[in-house]
Nanobody
């Protein structure tokens, strides 16, 4: 079992930046991802990282604006979000899994372990 704790959400104006953190503990995992869900919308996988090789995935909607990174010594994954837009407003969730492929061609698969979420509001 993997425990995940997100932090760093908040309210920001359009064009601003936020950095989300995901602290992980527990069982072995090799994939960590960030998902988001806005009210009335489907959950979207926005970024993922393979913790062994540090390869990354980004959804088209955030490419060039968001950066996922990790600090292995701290078992922490970050999501740096720049040039934020109102459409980025959502609850953001950190997720982890141990799997052969951390992402598909254009989307993220269902992950096993989830954090409680942190709210990001852009106005």
């Amino acid at each position: 079992h993997v425990q995940l704790v997100e932090s760093g959400g908040g309210s920001v104006q359009t064009g601003g930046s936020l950095r989300l953190s995901c602290a992980a503990s527990g069982s072995t995992y090799n994939c960590v991802a960030w998902f988001r869900q806005a009210p009335g919308k489907e959950r979207e996988g926005v970024a993922a990282i393979h913790t062994g090789g540090a390869n990354t995935y980004y959804a088209d909607s955030v490419k060039g604006r968001f950066t996922i990174s990790q600090v292995n010594a701290k078992n922490t994954v970050y999501l740096q979000m720049n040039s934020l837009k109102p459409e980025d407003t959502a609850m953001y969730y950190c997720a982890a899994d141990r799997r052969f492929l951390c992402w598909g061609r254009n989307s993220l698969p269902e992950y096993t372990y989830w954090g409680q979420g942190t709210q990001v509001t852009v106005s």
